[in-house]
């Protein structure tokens, strides 16, 4: 069957394209084409992408695609499949989620380095698996969760105690406060990143005493934990960490102050300060948080790292743009549809799709608001 994947998918794909899906006006092709075809390019990276990008198209037309590439020839592929099947309103990729995370990788008494690289790499998809079916909330995904849970990875047993708590499970929230404390920092920077996932507000003081950690996996877990728990009362201890010496702390310190409900002027000050720091990728998360919270003056560097040459950069600018882009940024946008690099032009291509979303949508408050008038008038 996985002979024939390839071929179902590129079929699949002509169909689609030839009955011209529009999303929400005409001239969407050109993205359209990049996201499609990026389904059936060799990069595992790329047809990920790719599948979040058909998620954010939304359109149900898309569902016979997905499931084909339940059979891709990559796990990880098939759990982002099974994952935009499920928010797209099928669920036939539930399967696919509890096969991987159930099949353990089997190791020999005197397993070789190479064998033990394949099972570690196996658990990481189990742990994704794991971590999937917390996020879409199944209920059905108890037992399978709670049979994993002595397994000999600390990896897989944490993602199926996340993905527990958020089914519901109340049991997990205190050994994960506990290790919080854990002298070793990857448990703690872990037991940060588990519970701002739980989403339980009342683990905040905890977490809040990660900011002053030593280490710098644990604050920067910590940063990102408390801005999804909106934890309105960490907000001064992390505006502080924008002066770390560590550019890795100030970069998710400022993204974290854009996660917040509140928009507080002294974010906002503490934000435009570092505008000119000397990372760029601080710069970036500065810009992208500025403009949730009411300020674009950093919406022009941002576009700016867009005809850079550093990838990464690139990247983060484009995860910025998801949320800043408007229909004046279009041209810089599609000038990457045709980037060398494809995982590029993918994401080019998402942006572009949000950003006409977003047009359709301020098109229908207006014509919405128009009507209303109208409506006045007339009585």
């Not at 974010?267 to 009411?294: E, H, Q, T, W």
Request: glycine share 6%; charged share 35%; hydrophobic share 40%.
């Amino acid at each position: 069957m996985k002979k024939q994947h390839y071929l179902l998918l590129f079929i699949s794909i002509i169909l689609i394209t030839s009955n011209s899906i529009n999303l929400m006006s005409e001239g969407n092709s050109d993205e359209l084409d990049v996201i499609q075809l990026g389904l059936n390019d060799q990069s595992r990276e790329v047809r990920s992408l790719a599948i979040e990008a058909i998620l954010q198209i939304g359109s149900q037309d898309y569902i016979p695609i997905l499931r084909d590439m339940l059979d891709d020839n990559n796990d990880f592929v098939s759990i982002k499949a099974a994952e935009a099947l499920y928010k797209l309103g099928d669920d036939s990729g539930l399967p696919v989620l509890v096969n991987i995370l159930d099949t353990k990788p089997e190791l020999s008494e005197e397993a070789a380095p190479l064998e033990r690289a394949r099972a570690i790499a196996k658990n990481t998809l189990r742990v994704q698996a794991a971590t999937v079916l917390g996020d879409i909330r199944d209920k059905g995904a108890i037992t399978i969760l709670n049979k994993n849970l002595d397994d000999n990875d600390g990896r897989v047993v944490d993602a199926c105690l996340v993905a527990l708590a958020k089914l519901g499970d109340k049991t997990v929230k205190e050994d994960f406060v506990s290790a919080l404390r854990s002298t070793k920092y990857q448990v703690r920077a872990k037991a940060a990143e588990a519970l701002g996932d739980m989403g339980d507000p009342t683990v905040a003081p905890a977490i809040r005493e990660r900011l002053k950690d030593w280490n710098r996996e644990p604050k920067v877990e910590a940063c990102i934990a408390l801005g999804k728990l909106d934890d309105l009362e960490s907000i001064p201890q992390i505006r502080e960490l924008l002066m770390d010496e560590d550019a890795i702390v100030r970069e998710n310190a400022a993204l974290s102050l854009g996660m917040f409900s509140f928009k507080e002027n002294k974010s906002i000050k503490a934000l435009l300060d570092i505008l000119d720091d000397p990372n760029g990728l601080v710069r970036i998360a500065a810009s992208k948080s500025l403009f949730i919270l009411g300020d674009d003056s950093g919406k022009e560097f941002v576009l700016g790292v867009l005809k850079s040459d550093e990838r990464d950069a690139k990247i983060k600018a484009l995860e910025a743009l998801e949320a800043m882009a408007n229909q004046g940024d279009i041209k810089d946008l599609e000038s990457l549809l045709d980037d060398e690099d494809k995982s590029i032009a993918v994401r080019a291509a998402k942006v572009l799709v949000m950003v006409k979303q977003r047009m359709e949508s301020d098109k229908e408050m207006i014509e919405g608001k128009k009507s209303k008038k109208k409506d006045k008038k007339k009585k």
